[in-house]
């Protein structure tokens, strides 16, 4: 069955401090996988997607196919990266995306 | 991000009674999605919609009703509301299939007394 893990429900890390967020998938095919992102009283909005291969807000995250991983990492964590991470790679022969349980991540400043 | 709003934003109801939450979007996008946000489950699709008069379900639909007369209008009907339907509902949409950025609502506070 398709699945996505993001096994951190939680993650606390002090500003300045590297962070990464997990997300493993099981998808036979070749995924376009996201990381969407929740901010304290805002909508849910794309942080970046694989294809695009871009750095947004100094996250990047590698798609790794042996591994079946799709982790968001950041260098430097800031205050303002405090907020619910999802990954969300697609339904196997679907239109709409799966998404993963979410981590909380808290940069403590 | 105003292209696509819910309403009511917050709702109160009993058990047993017809609720209706809107989806409204103003860009024409083809698809549109309804979720549910639970503490433990992230967020699970409800139902979505490829484009007007065309509907199918995603993991969790039951107890759920959708309907899709026209592109821009997207409701989720909540037939006989149990209280495991208390949650938050968030609507999205997107210009195409899954590779496509889907854009969500600001969401439905949900309470089933």
């Known amino acids: 069955a398709q699945r996505v893990t993001q096994p951190e429900k939680l993650l606390s890390v002090f500003k300045g401090a590297p962070v990464e967020l997990k997300c493993n998938y099981s998808?036979?095919?070749?995924?376009?996988l996201f990381w969407y992102v929740q901010y304290s009283r805002q909508r849910l909005q794309l942080l970046l997607r694989h294809i695009s291969r871009e750095s947004i807000k100094g996250f990047t995250a590698d798609l790794n196919k042996g591994e079946t991983s799709f982790h968001l990492k950041k260098p430097f964590a800031q205050e303002e990266d405090s907020a619910m991470y999802y990954c969300a790679p697609p339904m196997a022969g679907a239109n709409n995306l799966f998404f993963g349980t979410g981590t909380r991540l808290t940069v403590i400043p | 991000d105003a292209g696509i709003t819910q309403s009511p934003r917050y709702k109160i109801t009993e058990t047993g009674r017809q609720v209706t939450l809107m989806c409204h979007q103003t860009?024409?996008?083809?698809?549109m999605f309804w979720y549910r946000q639970d503490l433990g489950h992230g967020l699970r699709l409800i139902y979505y919609s490829a484009a007007a008069d065309i509907t199918d379900k995603g993991e969790v639909p039951d107890g759920y009703v959708v309907s899709r007369s026209k592109t821009e209008n997207f409701p989720l009907t909540l037939e006989s509301a149990t209280r495991s339907q208390t949650s938050v509902y968030f609507c999205?949409?997107?210009?195409?299939?899954?590779?496509?950025?889907?854009?969500f609502g600001p969401g439905t506070r949900l309470l089933v007394l």
């Open positions: 999205a949409s997107s210009r195409g299939q899954h590779q496509e950025t889907q854009y």
């Open positions: 860009w024409s996008h083809s698809y």
């Open positions: 998808y036979s095919g070749s995924p376009e």
